[in-house]
């Protein structure tokens, strides 16, 4: 790489974290980590499903094709069946975490188990 290259890069970083810093201003915890508590369902299986897709997701079912063939379809029916199961569990959850405040995942598991 040359020294334009890194420069540019440099650059680059800097005015995403001003964008970043300057967007943060007078935001809360809450605010910033949860979206004010306003998330609707859709929204927040939106979410889930975003951090879920990627380039880990797409390189793990690659190897698991190569490896396994076409049967490896079968971990997104798994993955279905899991948010199904998870969605029950996590009303619950969802209802104690805005009555308690919490968060972050292990607020609840210290509230919780201690």
Same mark, same amino acid.
């Given at each position: 790489?040359?020294?334009?290259?890194? +420069?540019?890069?440099?650059?680059?970083?800097?005015?995403?974290?001003?964008?970043?810093?300057?967007?943060?201003?007078?935001?809360?915890?809450?605010?910033?980590?949860?979206?004010?508590?306003?998330?609707?369902?859709?929204?927040?299986?939106?979410?889930?499903?975003? #951090?879920?897709?990627?380039?880990?997701?797409?390189?793990?079912?690659?190897?698991?094709?190569?490896?396994?063939?076409?049967?490896?379809?079968?971990?997104?029916?798994?993955?279905?069946?899991?948010? +199904?199961?998870?969605?029950?569990?996590?009303?619950?959850?969802?209802?104690?975490?805005?009555?308690?405040?919490?968060? #972050?995942?292990?607020?609840?598991?210290?509230?919780?188990?201690?």
């Amino acid at each position: 790489m040359s020294i334009l290259d890194l +420069l540019v890069i440099a650059a680059y970083l800097m005015i995403v974290t001003l964008i970043g810093w300057r967007a943060g201003e007078g935001e809360s915890p809450e605010g910033f980590l949860l979206g004010g508590r306003n998330l609707q369902a859709f929204s927040a299986a939106c979410t889930i499903a975003a #951090t879920k897709v990627g380039a880990g997701l797409l390189l793990t079912f690659t190897a698991l094709v190569y490896q396994y063939g076409a049967g490896a379809i079968w971990l997104f029916f798994g993955f279905i069946f899991g948010y +199904l199961i998870f969605f029950f569990f996590a009303r619950k959850l969802k209802k104690r975490a805005d009555e308690q405040a919490y968060l #972050t995942m292990p607020d609840y598991y210290r509230d919780v188990y201690g």
